[in-house]
């Protein structure tokens, strides 16, 4: 009995570490599901270093000052917002793509934002993977 308790005991310990590791995985965001979600973002910004649009490019936008890419004109609140000491990090980006005009007001950006987590996580880790 002892030695099936033992191995029902380590078949549960294996998969509760299986599953920590998944959801630290899903956690982490899915690169290629990003760039679908970033579609949305398509219209009005590009990813290719240097290209302006209606918005700033976001390649290497990930540990940049807000509001700091030389050639684009941006609001004088996410100037502002830049100032403050932010960078652009997971946790702030992931606070501004779900509601931008929520965290900062008075942006040019009219986008409602990405409502689902998921989503968000996805997004950043595809702007991640763009390099800087």
């Not at 290629?32 to 649009?53: D, P």
Request: hydrophobic letters at 40%.
């Amino acid at each position: 009995m002892r030695k099936f308790s033992l191995m029902i005991a380590g078949g549960v310990a294996a998969l509760t570490l299986g599953g920590t590791a998944a959801l630290a995985d899903d956690a982490a965001g899915d690169p290629a599901a990003g760039k679908l979600v970033f579609n949305k973002c398509r219209v009005c910004h590009s990813v290719v270093k240097g290209q302006m649009k209606v918005g700033p490019s976001l390649f290497g936008v990930v540990g940049r000052t807000p509001g700091s890419l030389a050639g684009y004109k941006y609001s004088p609140a996410m100037v502002a917002f830049g100032k403050s000491g932010k960078v652009w990090d997971e946790a702030t980006l992931d606070t501004y793509l779900a509601g931008p005009q929520t965290m900062i007001p008075k942006i040019k950006m009219f986008f409602p934002g990405l409502k689902n987590e998921k989503d968000r996580r996805d997004v950043i880790a595809y702007l991640k993977s763009l390099g800087s």
